[in-house]
């Protein structure tokens, strides 16, 4: 297949990307790793008369630990990432959860920006970036301003950037000392698109508990995060795990995913037991 036919900008400055961004209003699309859009508009399910092209924008490309943050710049790629000493040091929960992010050939091309701006509901980077309260930096003709990650994703490949801003930079709190985390999801195959799955972290009486693949964004599991608030013995993870059984049942989906439901659920399950497993309750 062949996308439609379309008009091609290539900037080399984040200035120069934002401009051309605005020009083009809603008829302009960002084109990032490409991952995501290219087979979108090969199956023409996007049509933008502008693609911006962000592969020469080298300032977009970096990742450093700074005052307990991890800073990635939207072009970094997701295989920085997984291999990165940095991120291990700082957040092995990312680092171990972005080897689940497609295959490595995806990885080497995708981009950590490009997953968040996109938004599919069964990424791994959005629920990551809910779960662990991440900031994003975007930039406009009319300024700069960050977004936190939780409610940035609105719906279905739908998030809070206006039309003329671009995602600049994610950025993702180191994870405090001690701190246990657990990641699980199920696909068909390895590497193809999570079917659901589910996210921890706690710490002291810190916890945090986000399902992904079950809702049109991710979905963070308050009620079951009370359970665990200064314990994770086998009656909390119960607890948890029926706390949130009874979220996802409320969800106004005419029951188009129960099953995506019951497999979050048995993540979430096996996501709580790892965290149990890498301390003492």
Not at 135 to 160: D, N, Y
Not at 196 to 210: E, H, I, Q, T, Y
Request: hydrophobic residues 45%; proline residues 5%.
């Amino acid at each position: 297949m062949k996308p439609p036919s379309f008009e091609y900008s290539r900037p080399a400055t984040i200035a120069d990307a934002v401009s051309m961004i605005a020009q083009g209003g809603d008829d302009a699309k960002v084109l990032a790793g490409g991952q995501s859009l290219i087979p979108l508009l090969n199956f023409r399910l996007a049509a933008p008369r502008l693609l911006v092209d962000l592969n020469r924008v080298t300032e977009l490309v970096y990742t450093r630990r700074d005052n307990g943050m991890l800073r990635f710049g939207a072009m970094t790629r997701t295989r920085e990432v997984e291999t990165s000493r940095t991120v291990a040091d700082a957040n092995p929960l990312l680092a171990h959860a972005a080897r689940w992010i497609g295959h490595v050939q995806i990885r080497n091309r995708g981009t950590v920006g490009g997953s968040v701006a996109h938004a599919d509901p069964a990424a791994e980077l959005p629920a990551l970036s809910v779960l662990l309260g991440a900031e994003l930096k975007v930039v406009s003709p009319r300024g700069e301003r960050t977004l936190p990650a939780e409610g940035f994703f609105h719906g279905l490949m739908t998030t809070g950037l206006a039309v003329d801003e671009l995602l600049v930079e994610v950025a993702i709190p180191a994870l405090p000392h001690g701190a246990r985390w657990g990641f699980r999801e199920f696909a068909q195959r390895h590497g193809d698109f999570a079917v659901a799955g589910a996210a921890c972290m706690l710490s002291g009486d810190n916890a945090r508990v986000v399902i992904f693949g079950v809702s049109d964004a991710p979905v963070r599991c308050l009620t079951a995060e009370r359970e665990l608030t200064g314990k994770l013995d086998a009656a909390a993870v119960d607890a948890a795990v029926g706390r949130a059984r009874e979220q996802l049942a409320n969800t106004d989906d005419g029951g188009r995913r129960t099953y995506e439901r019951e497999v979050a659920e048995a993540m979430l399950r096996r996501a709580l037991e790892d965290a149990a497993g890498r301390g003492e309750s």
